[in-house]
């Protein structure tokens, strides 16, 4: 991603590195490179955007939050996305959670990763 600012007449660029997706065979280990939110805050009733990179040989990812599971949609090898619309929360349930993402080959084998995501 290239971004270009211009502040009193001078262009400056920032580019952002996008990981790699690890090229592997269908039986190694699966591996997530990267998890990434829209934001690590949401209201209840909002909606929530993500992505991850993992290896090439990952069949799925599932996001998970308590009792709520999430299928990502795979839009590349090794690359996957998500928008989802976060259901309304009880504010007696709304707080910080932990959030776990599951990449699986098709052998069933997992790599995991968390995060934390507040509910307001």
């Known amino acids: 991603m290239i971004r270009v600012l211009t502040a009193l007449g001078l262009a400056l660029a920032c580019v952002a590195a996008v990981p790699e997706v690890p090229m592997l065979p269908p039986d190694a280990p699966p591996q997530i ?3 990434n939110l829209s934001s690590n805050v949401v ?3 909002g909606t929530l955007s993500g992505s ?3 290896s ?15 299928n990502m949609s795979k839009v590349a090898p090794g690359e996957f996305a998500i928008t989802t619309r976060i259901p309304r929360i009880p504010k007696i349930w709304r707080g ?4 776990t993402a599951i990449a699986r080959n ?3 084998d997992q790599a995991r990763r968390t ?4 509910i307001r």
């Not at 090439?56 to 999430?70: P, Q």
């Not at 910080?96 to 959030?99: A, E």
């Not at 995060?115 to 507040?118: C, E, G, H, I, S």
């Open 96 to 99: 910080t959670y932990t959030l």
């Open 52 to 54: 991850v990179i993992a």
């Open 43 to 45: 209201n209840s009733g």
């Open 56 to 70: 090439s040989n990952v069949a799925s990812v599932e996001l998970r939050v308590v009792t709520y599971g999430f």
């Open 106 to 108: 098709t052998h069933g």
């Open 33 to 35: 490179v990267s998890l």
């Open 115 to 118: 995060t934390t995501l507040t």
